[in-house]
């Protein structure tokens, strides 16, 4: 027998959903990452899941982004389209928030570490203390691993099933 | 409920009639026969298909007790106090919990480890692979034959990074024992293209997930494939049923990756049901940390558990200066 493999993208996802027996669906935070990407901006970080300090975000990539840097690894899983990652060393000095990623002005980029074509299924380490930037000529969807910080938005209300 | 104050042991007894030996821990007596896994304690005894006990007893071994309750049905299990674990009957169990039937013995870690590994073992016949989908494995049932150590002491996945870089945790393929699963044939295999200057091989990684769990042998078994300091990525493939009712004492969050799971979802101290969550590809939702989980996979799925694996948590929730659900709005 032949199986099919049932992934999602932006042009074409189903929404699962919370059926309440007793219970409040807001206890469950339910939200779907394409429908939360297709809504948002290039590169907003949208937190669909978050767990104390801890955040998942959830960033439509399309065009490219600005340099951005964290004190600590993240991880960015690319689940619709094509994302190039380029990692640039990060002038010494150059200040991080204490959890999540903040950005970085151009002249703070330094010399080429590395570069990562992802399409959709790979994982991509995103190096504590390196720049980086992402590229999509086309939308794209891409999940960060990271810690909430500066640019990190919050819309539970506006991304979670409430009844 | 009767709760057991001296540290317990563990003792194994002679091989019955059908061959398995029968095991105590403290007040607690394990035996089984061809079908049934069968436990007492001084209040009561329970009765599981032996498949089904072997199956949970194969995740909380394997998981050392995992993050919280591992109940292997409605009524045994394991509580996980990170040092020490509960083993309880009833103590999850509103009917039991009114009728004073219920009983727990907290247990050093080491002590009842061991002794479940020993269950495991013993009981765990020749081409019955506890961690696979019943699709494909043997029988767990009938006398005792042989065993399969090879596969319940399998090797669990923890990056201490990112899957795939130098001196991590390796990618899987056909050389190293994991082909393609049957049901993931359809799953993208090319890798992404890693280009890392001299010197930063380390840190420029990147690896195709999905192809990695297309080749994962094991069903429910969440592993480790990248950390950010204390947060986990615990992707896991899932076909047929969850083994265990997992009862958290945090809130975890689930990512369905691909396909489609059902979630069962109950009061994690009475049993009390409180939704249904139907997870599909692209889906995110939390589990709080007062109730307990069962899901329902028809085709082999791809869903990533996400964990906060700070041993802060459970006393911040339990002394009620967190709330049981992860975000409010």
């Not at chain 1, 390196?130 to 960060?144: D, G, N, Q, T």
């Amino acid at each position: 027998m032949a199986y099919e493999t049932r992934l999602a993208s932006l042009m074409s996802y189903q929404k699962g959903r919370v059926d309440v027996i007793d219970d409040d669906p807001k206890n469950y935070a339910f939200s779907n990452i394409f429908e939360v990407a297709s809504l948002a901006k290039p590169f907003e970080q949208v937190a669909v899941a978050k767990n104390f300090e801890y955040v998942l975000e959830a960033v439509r990539a399309e065009g490219t982004s600005g340099w951005r840097a964290a004190a600590h690894d993240q991880s960015a899983l690319v689940l619709d389209g094509q994302v190039e990652f380029t990692f640039k060393t990060l002038a010494e000095g150059h200040p991080l928030p204490d959890g999540g990623s903040g950005g970085v002005p151009e002249e703070a980029a330094g010399t080429l570490v590395g570069r990562v074509v992802a399409r959709r299924g790979p994982l991509t380490l995103l190096p504590a203390g390196r720049a980086y930037r992402l590229a999509s000529p086309a939308p794209a969807v891409v999940l960060i691993q990271t810690v909430a910080g500066p640019d990190t938005q919050f819309r539970w209300a506006e991304i979670c099933q409430t009844a | 409920m009767t709760v057991t104050g001296a540290t317990p042991h563990g003792e194994v007894h002679e091989p019955n009639e059908f061959g398995y030996q029968s095991f105590s821990l403290g007040e607690f007596h394990f035996s089984r026969d061809e079908y049934f896994a069968y436990v007492r304690w001084p209040t009561g005894h329970h009765v599981m298909s032996a498949d089904a006990f072997l199956r949970a007893l194969q995740r909380d071994v394997a998981w050392e007790f995992f993050y919280g309750i591992v109940n292997f049905d409605g009524v045994v299990g394991t509580v996980n106090h990170y040092g020490t674990v509960d083993l309880f009957a009833g103590r999850y169990n509103d009917a039991y919990r009114r009728a004073e039937l219920d009983h727990v013995e907290n247990i050093e870690t080491p002590v009842i480890k061991d002794t479940f590994a020993a269950i495991l073992s013993d009981w765990t016949n020749e081409g019955f692979d506890p961690f696979a989908s019943p699709e494909e494995t043997g029988s767990a049932f009938g006398p005792k034959n042989g065993d399969n150590d090879a596969a319940i002491t399998r090797h669990r996945v923890t990056a201490r990074r990112m899957v795939s870089l130098p001196g991590d945790e390796p990618l899987r393929d056909d050389d190293n024992g994991h082909p393609v699963n049957r049901m993931f044939a359809d799953v993208d295999q090319d890798e992404p293209e890693v280009y890392a200057e001299p010197g930063f091989e380390a840190e420029v990684g990147s690896f195709n997930l999905f192809a990695y769990l297309s080749r994962s042998p094991v069903t429910w078994n969440p592993s480790v494939v990248s950390v950010c300091r204390e947060s986990l990525y615990c992707p896991t493939t899932e076909e047929y049923i969850l083994p265990i009712i997992h009862g958290n004492d945090r809130a975890e969050w689930f990512v369905q990756l691909s396909d489609e799971i059902t979630w069962d979802v109950e009061d994690r101290d009475t049993g009390r049901k409180r939704a249904k969550v139907v997870m599909k590809a692209g889906d995110v939702a939390a589990m709080p940390s007062d109730i307990r989980h069962q899901g329902y996979s028809p085709k082999r799925s791809m869903l990533l558990v996400w964990e906060n694996a700070s041993l802060k948590i459970p006393q911040l929730i339990s002394s009620g200066k967190f709330p049981t659900q992860p975000v409010e709005f």
